[in-house]
């Protein structure tokens, strides 16, 4: 159970929580208290519940926090010279999931006619984006991807990049590896309605 400020949470809006959140309890919660300043919620009983049709937003403090990053790791790149269109790779890297393979990555980048470089992971990892990994990084939260997408999607390139990282997917999952992240692309670019059949793969990989 998952108490926030007074308000016992449904069973739904907790799982609903812990997939879009993956894991992060501080997401989690920030989520919560912004979905009831928007007057999101509402009453089942002695619960509370976040209606599945209600997208929250990440609270303003948070998205700036993030981007406020982003854009110093964009400025350590174009001190070096190597800014290029780094942040539509970074926003390509946040499409992709937290969990980023590098050859997918670049593969993305590739579609997309943007070029990548060490340069640019070197540059998200100094400014605390994300940590290192065999296959390549991870974003360092969940939320962190969320705001990087968003300010996507403000700047009119959502919908255009997504294509790219969706094909790059689609074809780790047809390699089996990958429902999961393919399930929270369709979601994360407005099109859940397209995720039944890799879900129900991805309750076999959870």
Request: glycine share 8%; with cysteine.
């Amino acid at each position: 159970e998952l108490l926030v400020d007074g308000l016992r949470l449904t069973p739904d809006t907790l799982e609903a929580l812990k997939w879009r959140c993956e894991g992060d309890l501080s997401f989690a919660l920030e989520l919560i208290r912004e979905s009831a300043e928007q007057r999101l919620l509402v009453a089942e009983g002695d619960l509370v519940a976040l209606p599945l049709e209600a997208k929250t937003k990440l609270p303003k403090h948070l998205h700036e926090l993030w981007q406020a990053r982003v854009d110093r790791a964009l400025n350590l790149l174009a001190d070096a010279g190597t800014d290029g269109n780094a942040r539509q790779c970074f926003e390509l890297a946040a499409l992709l999931g937290r969990q980023v393979h590098r050859e997918e990555w670049e593969n993305a980048c590739r579609r997309a006619g943007l070029d990548t470089s060490q340069d640019l992971m070197n540059a998200l990892l100094a400014m605390g984006l994300g940590v290192g990994t065999e296959e390549g990084f991870q974003f360092e939260h969940a939320l962190v991807t969320e705001s990087i997408i968003q300010s996507c999607e403000e700047q009119g390139r959502r919908e255009r990049l997504a294509e790219h990282s969706l094909a790059v997917l689609q074809e780790a999952a047809a390699r089996g590896r990958g429902d999961v992240r393919l399930v929270r692309h369709l979601e994360r670019t407005g099109r859940s309605g397209e995720a039944l059949a890799p879900l129900a793969r991805a309750a076999d990989e959870s």
